[in-house]
């Protein structure tokens, strides 16, 4: 339930999962992860190794685990341009992920905790997500530099099969650097996740897994 242990855990069994398929000879022509799960689409698509890939989550998980609590997030299923307007009225409330039925918002929990309030009375479900912390928010600002120094000791590479980005929702093409800084980006904007479903099924992918 900390992000100190669950970062470098869920890279490791999505990495798992994705070997074990390519062990069977299930190939994927696209790749595309949740937050973290980008650094294991990334890793398939061969921007870094295994060993890397490990690496910068345990770091990340530390970074970002050694962050002081408080931090929550709450998916609101409704509209997600209603959503953004009820943040509005928080500026320290950050959009973390576009999800398609819900949208989920990161920050503080005392002004989640109104937002949620407010949601019920108009009989908007909303559900806590079970994080340490709030991703995605301006909460994480004080560890990014930290980030962002460590990330850049490692090479990436042009990933050698089609990945969709979190960020843009859209395939990343040769001319997207997938350095530090990316990453860096990568950590605070929200997971457009909606938009990347959108795009697998432009591209006419019919098998997901």
């Known amino acids: ?45 061969g921007v870094f190794s295994l060993e890397d ?6 770091e990340r998980g530390r ?28 500026p320290r409330v950050s959009v973390g992920a576009y999800n398609g039925r819900n949208t989920v918002l990161s920050g503080p929990a005392e002004d989640l905790e109104q937002i949620v309030a407010a949601c019920s009375e108009d009989a908007t479900r909303c559900t806590w997500l079970e994080t340490s912390h709030a991703f995605h928010s301006e909460l994480l600002d004080p560890v990014l530099d930290e980030f962002e120094s ?19 929702g859209k395939v990343l093409t040769r001319q997207t650097r997938l350095d530090a ?21 432009d591209l006419g992918c019919a098998v997901l897994m």
Request: contains cysteine; aromatic residues 12%; charged residues 20%.
């Open 1 to 45: 339930r900390h992000t100190s242990f669950a970062q470098p855990a869920i890279f490791a069994v999505e990495m798992g999962l994705a070997r074990l398929w390519q062990s069977w000879g299930i190939e994927p022509d696209v790749v595309l992860g949740h937050s973290v799960g980008q650094y294991a689409a990334a890793c398939v698509a």
């Open 53 to 58: 890939g490990a690496r910068l989550m345990a």
């Open 63 to 90: 970074m970002f685990g050694s962050l002081p609590e408080g931090g929550r997030m709450v998916a609101v299923f409704t509209d997600a341009k209603l959503v953004e307007e009820i943040a509005g009225d928080f």
């Open 150 to 168: 460590f990330a850049a000791q490692f090479e990436y590479r042009a990933p050698k099969l089609t990945l969709v980005c979190n960020r843009t």
């Open 181 to 201: 800084p990316y990453w860096r980006r990568h950590a605070r904007e929200p997971v457009r996740f909606a938009d990347s479903a959108a795009t697998l099924a």
